[in-house]
């Protein structure tokens, strides 16, 4: 998502800072709406009520409906990513792995596993429905996964993890389990389907520290 020193309107424009915070207000309210409602489920003169703006202003920040569904994934991705720092750009030793999967799933736990993944929703609604959405949420899922394979990586290069293991796709399966996880934990109101998948695929990691 833009910064809040850097965020523009559709045609590249630089806000003003009273300007800023109506687009931050738009996005917040949108991102709530849609986590709660879906993409389909929100409309524009939802968004409206729910910031307390006027359609003309959210066509004046974004150009139509699509270009607000684009600013609310840079949201939840930002927001999402936030959420597990420091632990997120931690993670090069199993303890650690372990640390930031068990937070992940007690803050669902707190929640009682409604909504599921701000991001995993997103994906599961856009994907095959508005490709530049596709596009953005590939890219906040490479954000996501970037850290763990670098964390991985650092641990390889220290001798703690075998040669043979290759980080990138023990990063994309653990990423995997995470979201596969959460979307079962979710239909199923319990953390335990997330929790053994991530303990899985950190067992396997695991299997590659050198004995």
């Not at 003003?16 to 738009?26: A, L, M, V």
């Not at 994934?73 to 959420?83: A, E, G, I, N």
């Not at 372990?98 to 803050?107: I, Y």
């Not at 998948?197 to 990691?205: C, E, L, Q, T």
Request: charged letters at 25%; hydrophobic letters at 40%.
């Amino acid at each position: 998502m833009n910064s809040p020193v850097d965020a523009k309107g559709p045609e590249g424009r630089r806000l003003t800072k009273p300007g800023r915070k109506t687009r931050e207000r738009i996005i917040e309210a949108a991102a709530e709406l849609m986590f709660h409602r879906g993409v389909g489920g929100t409309s524009i003169p939802d968004v409206q009520s729910a910031a307390g703006v006027s359609a003309s202003q959210i066509y004046h920040y974004f150009r139509d409906k699509q270009g607000l569904v684009l600013a609310v994934v840079d949201f939840q991705t930002d927001t999402k990513l936030d959420q597990q720092r420091p632990l997120l750009d931690n993670l090069d030793s199993i303890d650690a792995l372990r640390a930031w999967c068990d937070r992940a799933a007690d803050r669902q736990d707190a929640m009682g596993w409604v909504g599921g993944c701000e991001i995993g929703s997103l994906a599961s609604e856009l994907a095959e429905t508005d490709p530049l959405a596709r596009t953005d949420l590939a890219a906040s899922f490479e954000r996501w996964e970037a850290p763990i394979r670098s964390g991985l990586a650092r641990m390889q290069a220290r001798g703690e993890l075998s040669e043979s293991a290759d980080v990138t796709a023990l990063a994309t399966a653990l990423l995997a389990a995470v979201q596969g996880g959460m979307l079962l934990s979710q239909i199923r109101r319990s953390s335990t389907a997330y929790r053994h998948a991530v303990s899985a695929v950190i067992d396997h990691i695991e299997s590659y520290v050198p004995r």
